[in-house]
């Protein structure tokens, strides 16, 4: 079964507005990452936060992580259509024989010009 | 830096044809390599786990002996479906880990995107 729930499933904003992209999970974790597919491609790592930090910032992303409520928010600022893409959270468990990452089901966001 | 190429991008073949699908890391060492299935608009699905030099670590539902792994070298991880059927076809994506530890990335290929006729 799918460790991540995210939502929304979709999200359409204009160019320069923020994006907002949550992630729900069930069992405790060693660290959740996030990442972005575009259409047609592989997946590229954005960011990963560990499970004693809080908040991670990368550029015009910022990640914050609640392990008491297991949940994860990706906030993508003044988005440009560029970031128009499928974003992903993933969790690595910490009993995880060989780490492994169970991915969400994942956000579509269209960032309109 | 760490870059992983996937081979071939495309394939489209008959039924019963068995299809190999390389992946690669160009720039690092791998000791674990993962194969995921993807379907339209979905979210990934970890087929198995790839280790240099040991068998692969298949997860529940998927069957061995259709979809073979060999990771024979640090760079190098092929997945080939046997006797290939319509409801393989699906988008295909591998990805590469320096190390076994979780706390770090996994670099992904471009995909395959396999079409059985």
């Known amino acids: 079964s799918q460790q991540g729930e995210e939502d929304p499933q979709a999200l359409s904003i204009q160019e320069g507005e923020n994006a907002t992209m949550n992630c729900s999970y069930k069992?405790?974790?060693?660290?959740l990452q996030w990442y972005r597919q575009n259409s047609g491609r592989g997946l590229v790592h954005l960011i990963l936060?560990?499970?004693?930090?809080r908040e991670k910032h990368s550029g015009r992303l910022r990640v914050t992580l609640d392990t008491s409520k297991k949940s994860s928010s990706l906030l993508i600022t003044a988005s440009r259509a560029a970031d128009t893409a499928s974003y992903f959270c993933?969790?690595?468990?910490?009993?995880?024989?060989?780490?492994?990452?169970?991915f969400g089901q994942g956000t579509e966001l269209s960032v309109k010009p | 830096g760490a870059v992983v190429s996937q081979h071939p991008s495309r394939v489209i073949c008959k039924s019963g044809t068995s299809v190999k699908i390389e992946c690669r890391s160009l720039?690092?060492?791998?000791?674990?390599m993962f194969w995921y299935r993807q379907f339209p608009k979905k979210s990934l699905m970890l087929m198995a786990t790839?280790?240099?030099?040991?068998?692969?670590?298949?997860e529940q539902g998927v069957e061995k002996d259709k979809f073979l792994i060999n990771h024979a070298s640090l760079t190098l991880s092929t997945l080939t479906v046997t006797s290939a059927h319509p409801e393989d076809s699906s988008f295909y994506i591998c990805?590469?880990?320096?190390?076994?530890?979780?706390?770090?990335?996994?670099?992904f290929g471009d995909g395959t995107r396999l079409s059985i006729l």
């Open positions: 993933a969790t690595a468990t910490a009993y995880n024989q060989g780490g492994k990452l169970i």
């Open positions: 069992t405790s974790i060693n660290n």
């Open positions: 720039d690092f060492q791998a000791t674990t």
């Open positions: 936060i560990r499970s004693n930090e």
């Open positions: 790839s280790n240099e030099g040991s068998k692969a670590t298949y």
């Open positions: 990805s590469a880990r320096t190390g076994g530890y979780s706390n770090q990335p996994q670099h």
